[in-house]
């Protein structure tokens, strides 16, 4: 059974960081690009950043370039994505997902393969 478990939610003040995690399980994820996805109350989901497993380019929105990077531990087989400078726009629930399609990742389509629980993130003025 595939499973993206996600943890390091929380509530921070604007300024402040996180370090959210995504422990991948069930299958082997070499071919896979991993990313995370928000949704924030009332709006749509959207794109936040991305990883190839195998080779590790990275690709990122334009709201979060230079705040945000996204790594991987393979021997871990976990993806991180370490928020810095977090504004109260970035409020949301965050997601991790799994896609043998990069494109399919940056689009942030519902059709993924594999999606994690979500994990809230809350930033105050």
């Known amino acids: 059974q595939v499973q993206l478990v996600e943890s390091g939610g929380g509530s921070v003040q604007a300024g402040g960081s996180l370090r959210l995690s995504c422990a991948a399980s069930?299958?082997?994820?070499?071919?896979?690009?991993m990313g995370w996805l928000r949704q924030a109350p009332g709006k749509e989901r959207e794109f936040v950043a991305a990883?190839?497993?195998?080779?590790?380019?990275?690709y990122y929105a334009d709201s979060v370039k230079g705040r945000f990077t996204i790594s991987r531990v393979n021997a871990k087989n976990t993806v991180y994505l370490q928020m810095n400078s977090l504004k109260p726009e970035d409020t949301a629930v965050y997601y991790c997902?799994?896609?043998?399609?990069?494109?399919?990742?940056?689009?942030?389509?519902?059709?993924?393969?594999?999606w994690g629980q979500g994990t809230q993130v809350t930033v105050s003025s």
């Open positions: 069930g299958r082997t994820f070499s071919s896979y690009a």
């Open positions: 997902v799994a896609d043998d399609r990069l494109a399919e990742v940056v689009h942030s389509r519902s059709s993924l393969d594999y």
């Open positions: 990883i190839r497993w195998s080779g590790g380019s990275t």
